[in-house]
């Protein structure tokens, strides 16, 4: 079996995957029985999988090196070529929809795979494919500018990522310096985030207007694979966060800066919920890792067997390097079977939470290779929200393991930071929508429009003389809002669900786990709502999700 960095690449061609697929789409439609149709879905599907491996290896190599000119020049060439790959993919979506045969499919692979395919064909049309190709050089730009910062600070030279620390130190002084010196590396690049982004929204508003609608937002939903909600839903929900939830963090951040000594909450004080500092996890990386291994062997046979071959396989890379872009990610590789576990470890509470977030990713994706199809495999983001957040969890009898007697510390902070996200998640979210609604804003529209959000959602929070942020830019840096438009609420409808098996897990833990399991088990068999009605969990579009939430937290606390 072949480690990651084994894993050989081989640039894929429109010219190559073009009459292949057509060859496949050709077989589906003149295909005489179910079984042949059958057939013909998964060789398909081994088709498509050959094609995205080397697409999803060059992705990683990129990220990992965005100065390797030779991936930078492959990533450059899929930008490219995928809308137009994506086109012919679009023909065997039609074809799908188009059998005679869809009752012997859906009994035998689900109805699911026709629901999406649906909402597939809504989301494409032949002439957004050079609005597409500019779309992905534009979001590579973006990554590229992300990952070439280089942030002087006290004689050193760090990224994005490697600031990190320095924004959380116990010392004042060093948090506001460091947030400072990331603000004015931003200001520097302001015009590069407001072309970038101006190019983007126009993009994409062309594009929703090309498939049929007034603006970009129900193309965006569609790209999102949203198959059980819509925006009246999202809206539904945020106005329950703004009730429910954003009262209880103004509570708990008036006892945040009594406990770490300020007046107020400046943006360098919002992530430190301790006067001596926040929980760090203790060792090496290779330590963190070591324990990482430790505590899913004893987790559950099923996560042991995982983070063995996860291991084997050289599935990780986790490290903050120079040109390496930030962030943190799961990508999987079907073809080899490896769920790849992309990071930037930079020594604080982060790391561990980054390292069962995404292996909550990557165990859920291991799972789901028991499913023959990728119909059945893929399921919606939020869904997979839900693997990874509510993984961070069901991990915390293990975190002696990382913190050792800081664990507490470390407890208090997961738990309020999962909180307080909500109200972060919705800001970004709606944003978004008023930014999609209003396509013509200018950068300082779009500035104030973020102001007027924070005051909204995060009215503990106080920009004023804080550069960056008192300008309203600090969404620039929230690398969702330009490269997954309408992503980012998916991590707060899965955070509700997290906390509720958070919840569960404090009087039952094996309880927890087997709605969990259950959940998880099911990988892209059914919608979200229907996932979570199914592993008996409540939908956070009930009413109460969330004030049960609030209530189960603050009683912790």
């Given at each position: 079996m072949l480690t990651f960095p084994q894993l050989p690449y081989t640039r894929q061609t429109y010219e190559d995957a073009a009459p292949k697929i057509q060859e496949m789409v050709e077989r589906f439609k003149n295909a005489k029985t179910a079984e042949e149709a059958k057939t013909v879905c998964l060789n398909m599907d081994a088709l498509s999988s050959n094609f995205i491996a080397d697409y999803i290896v060059c992705y990683i190599r990129n990220h990992l090196?965005?100065?390797d000119k030779f991936y930078e020049d492959e990533q450059a060439h899929y930008d490219e070529i995928m809308p137009r790959v994506m086109e012919e993919f679009h023909a065997w979506t039609n074809a799908l929809l188009e059998t005679p045969f869809r009752k012997e499919l859906s009994a035998e692979y689900g109805e699911i795979g026709f629901i999406n395919a649906?909402?597939?064909?809504?989301s494409f049309s032949p002439d957004i494919v050079a609005d597409s190709q500019e779309e992905n050089a534009l979001m590579t730009r973006y990554t590229k500018l992300l990952a070439s910062a280089k942030i002087e600070f006290r004689g050193e030279e760090y990224n994005l990522a490697q600031m990190g620390p320095f924004a959380l130190d116990a010392d004042r002084a060093t948090r506001k310096e460091a947030t400072e010196a990331t603000a004015?590396?931003?200001i520097a690049h302001q015009a590069q985030f407001d072309e970038i982004y101006d190019k983007l929204v126009a993009l994409r508003t062309k594009m929703g207007k090309t498939l049929g609608h007034d603006n970009f937002i129900p193309a965006g939903y569609d790209k999102q694979g949203r198959n059980c909600y819509g925006p009246d839903e999202v809206a539904a929900y945020r106005a329950a966060v703004l009730e429910h939830i954003v009262p209880l963090?103004?509570?708990?951040?008036?006892?945040q800066a009594a406990r770490i000594q300020v007046e107020e909450i400046k943006p360098y004080d919002d992530n430190l919920l301790f006067l001596d500092g926040n929980a760090a996890p203790k060792g090496t990386p290779d330590e963190i890792l070591e324990a990482g291994r430790k505590m899913y062997h004893e987790l559950s046979p099923e996560t042991a067997e995982y983070i063995d071959a996860a291991l084997k396989l050289e599935s990780f890379d986790v490290l903050a390097k120079p040109n390496k872009a930030p962030g943190g990610f799961c990508y999987t590789i079907d073809k080899y079977k490896i769920p790849f576990v992309y990071a930037n470890f930079n020594g604080t509470s982060d790391d561990v939470e980054t390292l069962t977030h995404e292996v909550g990713h990557a165990f859920a994706a291991w799972r789901a290779f028991n499913y023959p199809i990728s119909a059945q495999r893929e399921y919606t983001f939020e869904t997979a929200e839900v693997h990874s957040m509510a993984m961070e969890f069901l991990t915390w009898p293990w975190m002696e393991l990382f913190y050792g007697n800081e664990t507490d510390k470390f407890k208090q902070a997961h738990l309020e930071n999962a909180l307080s996200f909500l109200p972060y998640g919705c800001m970004v979210d709606e944003f978004q929508h008023i930014i999609y609604e209003n396509p013509n804003m200018t950068p300082d529209e779009r500035n104030k429009t973020w102001m007027e959000l924070e005051n909204k959602y995060r009215p503990w929070r106080k920009n004023e003389g804080v550069p960056f942020h008192a300008d309203g830019r600090r969404w620039q840096l929230q690398s969702h809002i330009y490269q997954r438009p309408f992503y980012y609420i998916d991590y707060c409808l899965a955070q509700t669900n997290a906390l509720a098996i958070w919840a569960l897990s404090q009087n039952d833990w094996k309880d927890a786990w087997q709605k969990y399991f259950a959940f998880l088990e099911q990988a892209g068999t059914m919608t979200f709502v229907d996932l979570t009605a199914g592993a008996g969990l409540p939908s956070?579009?009930?009413?109460?999700?969330?004030?049960?939430?609030?209530?189960a937290v603050e009683n912790w606390l």
């Open positions: 090196d965005t100065s649906e909402i597939a064909k809504r004015y590396w931003s963090v103004v509570k708990l951040k008036e006892k956070p579009f009930t009413p109460d999700a969330l004030k049960l939430v609030a209530q």
